[in-house]
């Protein structure tokens, strides 16, 4: 498309009409800037791309020895809620990881016989997760009668190899004798004491009763309860850190808990977190007091961040291919991020130019308002609506692009909360439309229906260009066939 069709396509006479209903004087550096639309534009196109480190995402519960599982009837209930909750893991393309204390491990070797296995394909509840339903069986001890070595023992006994995971530990505190550091190099069992276990992966560092349990989120190798937080890279255990609280309980509003998870992928879209980060995440329950309501907060919350794994942003990945992941495509390299840190809002840095600029709101902020997003414009705000007219608007909404002056080239400032999906209502004919919090390749845009931009999108900046990356706080122009919607993300 060349310049003279963009003009004759572009509606821009309406703003003469829009600042003269508004009573703005057109100065000469208006009337310039319009004949410079109608007249002198000229487009060029520039190309971004972007990819972001993904967040590896695990299901994690807990078997306490304190809960009594040698019940039957007690152990029996719970193992059918196990299994309904494996059965929906696999379904839905989730990955959890099964922690069990010594005490879980006596009742599946008591109990799990005759009719019980029936509905596990015959076989023990450990052993049908594993062989079955691809679930990750861990280690748990409180290591106040078995220790990790007899737990992981207890493992074998049922017929599968547990993994080489400390699934969790005090990082400040020595128990009946032991703290992880007897780990590095490998502990002989308590109970079984010809049993040799040496783990590689610790997970769940938090203090006695989970008081003020730190939470730290990435992987490093820590030198010492001391030096808790200091990388040693000779030594042999690596420390996953066991991430944001993101505990599912009965009572869990689960917008909440995949918010937490949205958060870390959001910070890392918007700069705020490192792409060179590495980013483990967690969402726990606890398996002692399973009821159907947590099974149906569990589902949910696998669906709720099922969108960010169909991106690519988040995956699905068990501790052991997380701590894989870390050693070879990361190098073992050290990091971590106390998620106390990891903000909840941002900041959009958006540069204006001396006068007419096409600007728009890419965050989500407290007050919308056009005095205070852009206090320092000098005109009002201005969109484009579908009846084919200007509008101002006093209070600005996110995917909308609007018309702005400024007396001078300046950086404004927009601090928000992060949006880094937006699904955009446009009309046939021109639309001014908004951006989001990152910025957006156009050939990524979801057109519904397909195939209903019938142009490039045009940014402004003294001139029209034709755009193929959308970015943050700034408007664009965009023709579309039919009404539809575009989704930016």
Known sequence: MNSSSIAAYIPMRLLFEAVKSNHIMMTTRLFTFLLCIVGSLFVTGFASSQSYP????????HNEDNIQWLTRN???????QLVQIANVVQSKGAIWDFQSDWRFLLAVQQFDTGSVVSNTNGKNLLRWFVEDKGVICDPHSHENAYNYADVAYLHELLGIMATKVVGGFLYDTVVNGNNWENLENGIYGRVYTS????????????????????NPLGAWKPQSMANYYVHDSTKHLVLLGHGCE????????????????????????????????????????????????RITKITEFIDSVAGMVAQGRVVWKSLPDIHAIWSTSYNSKPYWVMCENIPTTTTVQYAVNEGWNMASLPLAVSDPRKTVVFPSATSSAFTFEQQGSYVVRDTLKNGAGYWLKFSSAQIVNIIGTVRTEDSLAVHAGW?????ISNPVVVDSIVQIPPGIISAHFFGFAGGYSAADTLQPGAGYWVKVSQNGTLVLR
Do not use: E, K
Request: proline content about 7%; charged content about 10%.
């Open 54 to 61: 993904p967040v590896y995402l695990t299901l994690v519960s």
């Open 74 to 80: 007690y152990y029996i209930q719970r193992r059918n």
């Open 195 to 214: 049993y040799f276990w040496r783990p590689d992966i610790l997970w769940g560092g938090g203090t006695q009763n989970h008081l003020n349990d730190p």
């Open 246 to 293: 993101n505990h599912i309980t009965d009572t869990s509003n689960i917008v909440n808990n995949a918010s937490i998870v949205r958060n870390i992928v959001d910070q890392i879209t918007v700069g705020a977190l490192p792409h060179t980060g590495f980013y483990p995440a967690y969402a726990i329950f606890n398996n002692g007091d399973l009821t159907p309501t």
């Open 431 to 435: 639309n001014l439309v908004g951006s």
